[in-house]
């Protein structure tokens, strides 16, 4: 079984999840006692949340990097960066290491592709949602077309992660609100939503809604523990 490198704390919340996601995966695969092997650096998201909001992404990109630097050098034979935002600097960090990433838009986009999506909505922070680096490479790389809120939607979702999820609250009143948005996004002709950002899937689950739900965390855990486990 190969090693698989996480980069994560961001937030530890989502992280969580990842780690969870990904041994419960290996067991379900290999069965008994089996367990994944992992090497997991974990940052301090205060830091990058500064950064992120001061416009310094090749400051976080240093800080990822090292964090990469370091899960190779404990035995990664591949590794993950545990939240969709930090993928505008995904370039970047996987040049600082000699192994390869597993990038988080391309496990959403070949299941959306499997399943015949081809116009999609998309959540995240507002970094996600606004910039190209995540809507252009699921767009070029696997032809889908992608649906974003509008202005106060976005900012709805972007308030809700860094001010409740990323903390840990979950509160019913914010899982309406983002319910609104995922149907008005299916209205504006989206055949199914991503949950763009590793914590929303913390707040809303598919059993809160009958439009599809694609939650890019569970997909990124999939992906990795197919690969660690192919001989």
């Known amino acids: 079984?190969?090693?698989?490198?996480?980069?994560?704390?961001?937030?530890?919340?989502?992280?969580?999840?990842?780690?969870?996601?990904?041994?419960?995966?290996?067991?379900?695969?290999?069965?008994?006692?089996?367990?994944?092997k992992v090497a997991l650096y974990s940052v301090d998201f205060a830091e990058i949340e500064k950064l992120q909001h001061q416009g310094e992404w090749?400051?976080?990109?240093?800080?990822?990097?090292?964090?990469?630097?370091?899960?190779?050098?404990?035995?990664?034979?591949?590794?993950?960066?545990?939240?969709?935002?930090?993928?505008?600097?995904?370039?970047?960090?996987?040049?600082?290491?000699?192994?390869?990433?597993?990038?988080?838009?391309?496990?959403t986009g070949e299941l959306l592709v499997k399943d015949g999506i081809k116009r999609v909505g998309l959540l995240g922070t507002r970094f996600t949602m606004e910039q190209a680096f995540y809507k252009n490479r699921l767009s070029d790389k696997f032809g889908i077309d992608v649906v974003i809120p509008d202005e106060t939607e976005q900012e709805v979702v972007h308030q809700v992660i860094y001010t409740e999820l990323c903390l840990g609250q979950i509160n019913n009143a914010s899982r309406n609100q983002y319910l609104k948005i995922i149907s008005s996004l299916h209205n504006q002709g989206a055949e199914a939503v991503i949950l763009g950002c590793t914590e929303i899937a913390l707040l809303v689950q598919q059993t809160h809604t009958t439009i599809p739900l694609y939650d890019t965390t569970e997909m990124h855990t999939q992906k990795a523990v197919k690969l660690a486990i192919v001989e």
């Open 58 to 107: 090749d400051k976080t990109a240093e800080i990822l990097s090292a964090a990469a630097r370091s899960v190779e050098a404990g035995g990664a034979d591949f590794f993950l960066i545990c939240t969709n935002t930090m993928h505008k600097v995904a370039e970047a960090v996987e040049k600082s290491v000699a192994i390869p990433l597993v990038h988080i838009a391309d496990a």
């Open 1 to 36: 079984m190969k090693t698989i490198g996480l980069i994560g704390g961001m937030s530890w919340e989502s992280t969580l999840s990842y780690y969870k996601g990904i041994n419960e995966g290996v067991k379900t695969s290999l069965g008994g006692l089996h367990s994944a």
